[in-house]
């Protein structure tokens, strides 16, 4: 019942944030530079999971990729229907459901700072799925909050699991340590993992960036 609460608060909050925009306010940001040899070879469809404005959806298609573009909140994929027709599908879909996708369905699963809102349990779950709708050789990118990310939040709120916080609006949000990293993404082979700075926010965010295979 915590979780059904937590999900709700989660879906409420992005929809407010993801009030109308345009194209021209969407501006990528150069971290998925350095998988670039894998995004070119990649011939099989790219999933953004969690794709808010459009930010990793703009960059693959840029890129000349087939995107299908994912979001629990309905105002980020009307947004992203309106701004981004070139996408294969924009979907709205709550991560924590089944996910309604075949098995090997994408060569390439985009989470941009999706996946730090969940219980382990949770987390497992959903990087299940992601492993199952992945091609063999398929590739995930990810970034996810560090415990380093004072500004956004890192340490603050109630710990109800080991760097899980309930924060003031109502929701869950992880904050990772390198241990946490190789632990959640066991299942997959970690080819790149690296706590970094980003800018795309006014406040430095700290992250950790990761590259998985199936
Ligand atoms: C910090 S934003 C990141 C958006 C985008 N990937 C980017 O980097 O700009 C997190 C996004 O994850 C989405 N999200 C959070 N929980 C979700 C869930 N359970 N299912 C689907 N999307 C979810 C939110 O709606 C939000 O758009």
């Not at 953004?48 to 404005?53: A, R």
Request: with cysteine.
């Amino acid at each position: 019942m915590l979780e059904l609460t937590e999900a709700k608060n989660s879906e409420l909050y992005w929809n407010k944030i993801h009030t109308n925009y345009d194209r021209d306010n969407i501006k990528v940001d150069d971290w998925l530079d350095r998988f670039d040899s894998i995004i070119v070879n990649c011939k099989s469809p790219v999933l953004d999971l969690g794709c808010g404005s459009g930010n990793d959806t703009l960059y693959f298609i840029e890129k000349g990729k087939r995107v299908i573009a994912c979001d629990q909140s309905r105002n980020a994929i009307d947004n992203i229907q309106k701004n981004f027709p070139e996408v294969l599908e924009a979907r709205c879909f709550n991560m924590l459901d089944e996910f309604a996708f075949a098995d090997d369905s994408f060569g390439i699963v985009c989470a941009d700072l999706s996946l730090h809102y969940f219980t382990e349990t949770d987390t497992r779950m959903i990087l299940n799925e992601i492993h199952r709708i992945l091609i063999p050789g398929g590739h995930v990118f990810v970034r996810v909050n560090s415990v380093k990310d004072v500004n956004h939040g890192a340490g603050q709120g109630i710990e109800v699991e080991h760097h899980l916080y309930r924060t003031e609006d109502g929701m869950f949000k992880r904050f990772f340590d390198e241990e946490d990293v190789r632990r959640l993404f066991a299942g997959f082979d970690i080819l790149f993992c690296e706590e970094q700075k980003m800018l795309r926010y006014s406040a430095e965010k700290i992250v950790f960036c990761v590259c998985l295979r199936v």
